[in-house]
């Protein structure tokens, strides 16, 4: 690839994120202006068809660069996508820890690549009002792999919450036949074969299991997480929100809909993220959950683990594989870790992931002006939406990377490893060939999806996939004005959570003072921006029936 494609940016951080979960009725696509656009494009261009640009082309992406495997620009994803599609991509990549601040520094500046991948939703709404990205609605029919899947998998709810005032959206979202939870507590079954305890099902026995680490390892901190940068319990209050029927952690969004109740309430005053406070309060308070797991760099966290100065960690199935595992084997090789189905809470059995919860991907309004814009949104819909594209986002190249068996299963290549399938080979899959990267391969059928795990994931997820989906929020469509003024008010609201949330479970503000926090956050106005949603929420169903 030549070398002048290749650009890496340092730039201070900026954040920037407003909330706005909207709804409206699908709309077709007008590409009747786009006559002069289509240079490079396929004339005849549908479902199965594989994309080839007719010239040759080169599209920038941001490029979010992960700690595991770090860009390398001799990576065979690139140069056989460039055989197959006729498409170059143009990295600028940023550090995975600065990710979303940068990317809002660029689209914000008007600097940002044409592709803009690895996007969270509500994170498009900041751009919007500005015309910095397109709506990617308007474009559909440039994305036959895209509408097929949309339409064969019923994606209608998770659609109308993407959607602007104007009814359309503005995030092309991964696309996931069925969901799969892949955060959870990593644990050492062997520690709960000695004291004689079963994997716990629910927090209340997690709890009990922790105070008997605790009364066996009165010295430990039974539980030390990682990821508390640089949002504190990221990881950890993500999947405990959603157990206590919240939103918290990585997952926090200001609003949260009640079923039972057909209402948003503010998130960071409601009676379900109190509780799931309490939890992690009572669990320091009795030396259960170390208070440096809100703080310390993932390093600490690890080292604690491996060296045995704790038991319990967050993590997925490739934190498990890629990193704890191979931690404890080099301290104590005796030692089992194992990732457990997510504990049930006060929520009920759910399953809190989401279809879309691997991101989705941004359009710069630059795009369109270009004469490749066709080609473009065709060659996205292939990478990011078609089985072939997928498959090869994943896997690789069949004969090199991986090849197919008897019965026609996929198999990595015997040299080749990824997620410990082959933990002697002496290549990587992400490290040396640049596959399965989560830039580019996230989305699918279940089959693919599941198509790297191994089989004590396997059952945990017919564990999950058991329980009944979390309630998609219904939509709640913020004008431009709207959204500007709930913006003003999110950032100090935001803060005031996350300070007092901390300072609650570590014991330094009593729960006494609730009622004081609440009111602290009413006079920053989170009544008034709830009132904001639930108003934007009837707006939507007096418009829509």
């Not at 920037?16 to 202006?33: A, F, N, Q, R």
């Not at 919450?161 to 009814?167: P, S, V």
């Amino acid at each position: 690839m030549p070398q002048n494609t290749w650009r890496r940016v340092a730039i201070a951080t900026v954040g920037l994120l407003t909330l706005g979960l909207v709804g409206c009725s699908e709309e077709k696509s007008d590409s009747t202006d786009l006559s002069g656009k289509r240079a490079g494009a396929m004339a005849e261009y549908g479902v199965g068809d594989q994309f080839r640009a007719t010239e040759p082309l080169s599209f920038s992406v941001l490029y979010n660069n992960h700690t595991f495997y770090p860009l390398q620009k001799d990576w065979l994803f690139w140069s056989e996508l460039t055989k197959r599609t006729n498409v170059t991509f143009e990295p600028v990549a940023v550090p995975l820890s600065d990710y979303e601040q940068k990317r809002s520094l660029l689209v914000g500046a008007g600097d940002a690549p044409l592709i803009i991948p690895k996007t969270y939703h509500p994170a498009e709404n900041a751009f919007v009002s500005s015309g910095a990205i397109l709506p990617v609605s308007d474009y559909l029919d440039l994305m036959p792999h895209f509408k097929d899947k949309m339409t064969r998998w019923n994606f209608a709810p998770e659609i109308d919450a993407l959607r602007q005032a104007d009814g359309k959206f503005y995030l092309l979202p991964g696309l996931e036949e069925k969901p799969t939870q892949d955060y959870s507590l990593l644990v050492r079954t062997d520690i709960l074969d000695e004291l004689d305890l079963e994997v716990p099902k629910t927090w209340d026995e997690v709890y009990t299991m922790l105070k008997a680490m605790k009364a066996r390892y009165p010295a430990s901190y039974p539980f030390s997480d990682r990821w508390g940068k640089p949002t504190p319990g990221g990881a950890l209050m993500n999947v405990l929100g959603a157990s206590f029927g919240t939103q918290a952690g990585w997952n926090y969004q200001h609003a949260t809909w009640l079923p039972n109740e057909q209402k948003f309430v503010y998130t960071g005053a409601s009676e379900q993220y109190k509780q799931m406070l309490q939890y992690l309060n009572k669990l320091v308070a009795e030396g259960l959950l170390d208070p440096e797991s809100f703080t310390q760099s993932d390093d600490s966290a690890r080292q604690k683990l491996a060296n045995g100065k704790s038991f319990v960690i967050s993590g997925n199935a490739q934190t498990l594989v890629n990193e704890n595992r191979p931690d404890l084997a080099k301290v104590l090789p005796k030692a089992r870790l194992a990732k457990i189905p997510l504990p049930v809470g006060p929520a009920g059995e759910i399953n809190p992931a989401s279809r879309t919860s691997s991101g989705g991907i941004m359009i710069s309004t630059k795009a369109r002006d270009s004469k490749n814009f066709v080609a473009m949104m065709q060659f996205v819909d292939w990478l990011w939406y078609s089985d072939a594209g997928q498959e090869f986002a994943r896997w690789g190249v069949e004969g090199t990377t991986w090849s197919r068996d008897a019965d026609g299963r996929r198999t990595l290549a015997p040299d080749v490893n990824v997620v410990g399938l082959n933990p002697t080979a002496t290549k990587h899959l992400q490290k040396d060939f640049g596959f399965y990267n989560g830039v580019f391969a996230y989305g699918g059928n279940l089959e693919l999806v599941q198509s790297f795990f191994s089989p004590e994931e396997l059952a945990l997820q017919k564990v999950m996939s058991a329980r009944p989906p979390i309630t998609v929020a219904p939509p709640a469509p913020l004008t431009d004005e709207e959204r500007e003024q709930a913006s003003l008010w999110e950032t100090p609201l935001k803060d005031a959570v996350t300070q007092n949330s901390l300072q609650f479970v570590l014991g330094q503000r009593p729960f006494t003072e609730w009622d004081a926090y609440v009111a602290e956050l009413k006079a920053k106005n989170s009544e008034q921006h709830v009132a904001l949603i639930n108003k934007a929420h009837q707006r939507y169903r007096t418009e829509n029936g």
